[in-house]
């Protein structure tokens, strides 16, 4: 959301660092051309969530150790949920892979080991540094400058399937509460707040800002926080939070401040689509800064792509932006 204040506690900052310059020291100089590039190179700010190939080094080049010293890094920046979701949505590969199997289906490879692992620029040095893990349906992104996480955005998470139909993983939903709430919300409305919620006639096939560096939605569509009753505020706000707090708590908790004091009141929630499990829909939270999406449309609207992201600060562009803006244009 902008330039905002970092947290006060550095230890999980601290954490990070360290944890990222062990992975880095441990990398042989073959995987060191894959793992590493400059923190101002294009490849950083290139995202994407479908199952391809990608720049970094992937969990199968890695030894068990590295893959340890890996892992350890993501799991300073989420908080324990996310960090177990994100192990869920990488080991989903292989229910996704029998479900495709059983059906027929020739697609993608689907394989847990295909996530990537990148840093940009070095976690020893003072200049600005970031890391990645990016596979199918997971791309997350961190920049740190000096004692400061500068963004954390975006933040993407998937499931395929939504809910596990069959097998002994059956009932499985990984991302279940940002589905539920949302649920909760647009089916506590009346049908005049639906109206002013329904920003589009048919569910969207995914989320509308798909892979852009950069949110381009000019206009804030949707029921706006002032029309929703307190008990529709209060699960706007859990499930705003939902989003948030999937950063460490330390990370989050600034953000969450600055939300309450800066956000809330302009932010509005759109929807499109039915209003039950198993029918296709979409809902947006958008409003200053903030802007959050989740689409189910996709596999019988049982394939689940949500996104938070920063509409000025994604990959610390605005920090950056004003830096050099600051102490670098004559």
Request: no cysteine; aromatic share 12%.
């Amino acid at each position: 959301m902008g330039l905002l204040p970092s947290s006060k506690n550095k230890f999980s900052i601290s954490r990070m660092k360290e944890a990222a310059s062990i992975f880095y020291d441990s990398l042989d100089s073959k995987s060191k051309r894959k793992a590493l590039f400059h923190y101002l190179d294009g490849e950083r700010i290139f995202w994407y969530y479908p199952p391809l190939n990608r720049h970094g080094l992937p969990l199968k080049d890695m030894t068990k150790e590295v893959r340890r010293l890996a892992f350890n890094l993501l799991e300073t920046g989420l908080s324990s949920d996310a960090f177990n979701q994100t192990l869920q949505i990488i080991n989903h590969e292989l229910i996704l892979k029998e479900l495709e199997a059983r059906k027929g289906i020739k697609t993608f490879v689907r394989d847990p080991e295909r996530y990537y692992f990148t840093i940009f620029g070095n976690p020893k040095n003072k200049d600005p540094w970031g890391w990645r893990v990016e596979g199918h349906h997971v791309s997350i992104h961190f920049s740190i400058w000096a004692d400061k996480i500068i963004s954390v955005t975006p933040l993407f998470l998937g499931a395929n399937p939504a809910e596990v139909q069959d097998g002994d993983s059956k009932g499985l939903r990984i991302l279940k509460k940002r589905e539920d709430l949302a649920f909760e919300l647009i089916n506590s409305m009346s049908k005049d707040q639906h109206y002013i919620a329904t920003i589009y006639e048919n569910t969207p096939k995914d989320i509308i800002t798909y892979n852009s560096s950069r949110v381009t939605v000019p206009v804030v569509e949707g029921i706006s926080w002032d029309e929703l009753k307190i008990g529709q505020q209060k699960l706007l706000k859990y499930l705003i939070g939902e989003y948030i707090n999937q950063v460490n708590p330390e990370i989050a908790k600034p953000r969450l401040d600055y939300l309450d004091s800066n956000i809330l009141r302009s932010i509005k929630f759109g929807w499109a689509g039915g209003f039950k499990h198993g029918e296709a829909y979409y809902y947006r939270i958008h409003g200053g800064n903030l802007f959050i999406e989740l689409d189910n449309y996709q596999s019988g609207a049982n394939h689940v792509h949500s996104v938070w992201r920063d509409v000025e600060n994604d990959f610390a562009q605005d920090v950056l932006r004003k830096h050099l803006l600051a102490y670098h244009v004559l």
